[in-house]
Each structure stands twice: as structure tokens, then as C-alpha cells.
């Protein structure tokens, strides 16, 4: 399974903020956030490579990368020339994830989800154009499986993604103002058929993807809401192509388990109500 590493950068998951402000720039800042983009996604490259993709002299990116390695944001192929993610990075992240209100009020419920649907969970909140993956419990079987959390999958994509961009339209405008890639043949990545099928989404309160993200697998997901009762996340349980659609009772329980994170988030309602794309 192929997708990216969340990318540098902030998000709020108490609110809906989804686009890059205006901020001032700091030149040696920006470069080196530039090059952690680049080495997203478990991506090897030398300095060549980075200072082609930056379009700076590669003595400068020479010089970025030193002192990112020093504080260990970027390491250093054994033996070789060519650099990658860091490990501070992970350990960053993991104290971002434990700061977050809204993945520590879910764990025991997505648990439980899991439990009662032997399928994988994740919970997925807006992080610019696509949904990161802020905690994912593995079906609970003996198979082999790849630990999900951190990683940010496109929001069109996604029916994390699609529950997000039904519910917030200031988001939506973030997704869809830029081009939608394919990732499958089974892709929608026409923004008028997307658009089309928003409203229904609401209405259901949930949303699901067939094949779209990763050939073979498909999920289901539902919004989760806050104490403004805005949505600030969704939960999903994903499943094999070949077991979809899924039974009424893993909808029903998916259903439930976004209601009772919705509660203790302090929601008075569910669904959420639709944001404006201006709140």
C-alpha cells in the first residue's frame, strides 16, 4: 500500500482550518520544510535530487540538511549518499498525537468497533487536501498488517474524506480548487460527480470507497462532532473489496461508535450540521 507520510505543516482538529495562511515566510525555515516534503513518503534522495527539485545550489541544500540531520529530522542511508526522514520526526508526532482531545476520547470506542466488526479502524482528521490518519487499530486477527497512524491518504479518495468534505465546505474548497490525482482506475477524480454526491453523504451520514485509495479494500466512514456540533473528524472501518457492501450490523455499530465519540466531545447532535465555507 502506497501513500504518504503526513506532510510538514500545522493543523487544528478542534476546528476546520484546512489552508496555508498568508504568514510571513522565513527563507532557511521554508527550505527546510520544502525538503522534509520531499522525503515524504519513505523517500530516499541525495543532495542532487533535492536541489533540483528546490532549484537552489546544492551547497545550500547541502548546508540545510547538516543541521537537519544534527537535530535528527533528516538521517542518512548507511553507506550511501542519498537521506530520508529522521527519527525526531517520529517522535514529534507522537507527542502531537497525544495532545489531540478528540483521539484520546475515541480510543476505546474505535476499539470496541473493531472488536465487534473484526475490521481494521481508523479515525481521520483534515489535514490540508488530504485526511491524516490520527489513530488506526488493526483488525484483531492473527494476519499481518501495516500500522496506519500518520499516515495522510487524499480526501477524494477517502470515505474519511468524503464524510469531511459532505459536512465542511470550507474544506471542500481547500480539496477541490486543486487537480484530483488518481491513485486506482477506480478513482473519482471528477469534481462535478464528487459535488453531486455530497448532499446524500450528508444526509446518510456516511460515505464509502470501493477500490478508490488502495485496489482490493474498500471502508466505510461516518462524521464525528464536536461540542459546536461541527465536524472534526470521521471514523471508519475498512474492509476487504470482496466482503463489500458491508452488513447492516457493521453499519449500525459504525454508526454508533461515531455517535458516542461525537458525545463525549460534548455534541448535541448528530449528524453535525453543515460548516459554511467563511466559519
Known amino acids: 500500500m502506497s501513500r504518504s507520510i503526513v506532510k510538514p505543516g ?10 496555508k495562511e498568508a504568514l510571513p515566510v522565513i ?19 541525495g543532495i542532487t535530487d533535492l536541489s533540483a527539485a528546490l532549484g537552489l545550489p546544492p551547497s545550500t541544500v547541502h548546508g540545510i540538511v547538516k543541521s537537519l540531520r544534527a537535530h535528527g529530522l533528516v538521517a542518512k542511508e548507511r553507506g550511501g549518499q542519498r537521506y530520508m526522514l529522521g527519527p525526531t520526526l517520529l517522535r514529534l508526532s507522537n507527542v502531537y498525537l497525544d495532545t489531540l482531545d478528540v483521539r484520546a476520547r475515541a480510543m476505546r470506542w474505535t476499539q470496541e468497533l473493531a472488536r465487534r466488526t473484526d475490521l481494521s479502524v481508523r479515525l ?3 489535514h490540508f487536501t488530504d485526511v491524516l490518519v490520527i489513530h488506526h487499530n488493526l483488525r484483531p486477527d492473527d494476519s499481518q498488517q501495516m500500522l496506519e497512524t500518520g499516515v495522510a491518504i487524499p480526501a477524494h479518495a477517502s470515505a474519511m474524506g468524503k464524510v469531511l468534505l459532505a ?15 488518481s491513485l486506482t482506475g477506480d478513482t473519482v477524480t471528477d469534481v462535478a460527480r464528487l459535488t453531486l454526491e455530497l448532499p446524500s453523504i450528508a444526509e446518510r451520514g456516511m460515505a464509502g470507497e470501493f477500490d478508490e485509495a488502495v485496489l482490493g479494500e474498500s471502508s466505510i466512514a461516518a462524521p ?13 472501518v475498512v474492509l476487504p473489496t470482496s466482503q463489500a457492501p458491508a452488513s447492516d450490523a457493521i453499519l449500525n455499530a459504525l454508526r454508533e461508535t461515531a455517535r458516542n465519540i461525537s458525545r463525549e466531545l460534548g455534541a448535541t447532535a448528530w449528524p453535525p450540521r453543515i460548516a459554511p465555507a467563511d466559519d
Request: charged share 20%; proline share 3%; glycine share 6%.
Open 10 to 19: 500545522s493543523i487544528d482538529t478542534g476546528s476546520t482550518t484546512h489552508r
Open 27 to 45: 527563507q532557511a525555515i521554508d527550505r527546510a520544510a520544502k525538503i522534509l516534503e520531499l522525503l515524504q513518503g519513505a523517500r530516499h534522495l
Open 124 to 126: 481521520g482528521a483534515p
Open 167 to 181: 459536512y465542511d465546505l470550507g474544506f471542500q474548497q481547500s480539496v477541490f480548487e486543486q487537480p484530483l490525482r
Open 224 to 236: 464525528v462532532a464536536d461540542a459546536s456540533n461541527d465536524i472534526v473528524a470521521a471514523v471508519a
